[in-house]
């Protein structure tokens, strides 16, 4: 499964992942692979992104930089203000308002 965060600056995260939770505005759910087509808006909260092997780039807040990786299994948490998710075919997208 792929993701791509976006903000309206800047992408933040894109590559493999086995699982993200997010903050629907009726509460937190978690995709994973093969999960229905959904779209939701989204509360302030955390989204957690759990990375799978390959390689993806994520925005790192302690440097301000974006970063590639291929570490599996990790966890990669972003406080969000608010959004969208789009999930289709094994491709998630989250368009977010800005990092809290």
Do not use: C, W
């Not at 992408?11 to 699982?19: N, R």
């Not at 990786?69 to 075919?89: C, H, P, Q």
């Amino acid at each position: 499964m792929n993701i791509t965060v976006l903000t309206p600056d800047r992408k933040i995260f894109s590559g493999a992942i086995s699982s993200v939770k997010v903050p629907g505005t009726d509460g937190e759910f978690q995709v994973l692979k093969n999960h229905a087509p959904i779209v939701s808006s989204l509360d302030a909260g955390y989204i957690t992104i759990t990375t799978e092997s390959g390689e993806y780039r994520f925005f790192n807040e302690e440097t301000g930089a974006l970063e590639t990786a291929s570490e599996a299994g990790r966890k990669i948490r972003y406080a969000i203000k608010g959004g969208f998710v789009e999930v289709l075919n094994n491709e998630v997208s989250l368009l977010v308002t800005g990092l809290s």
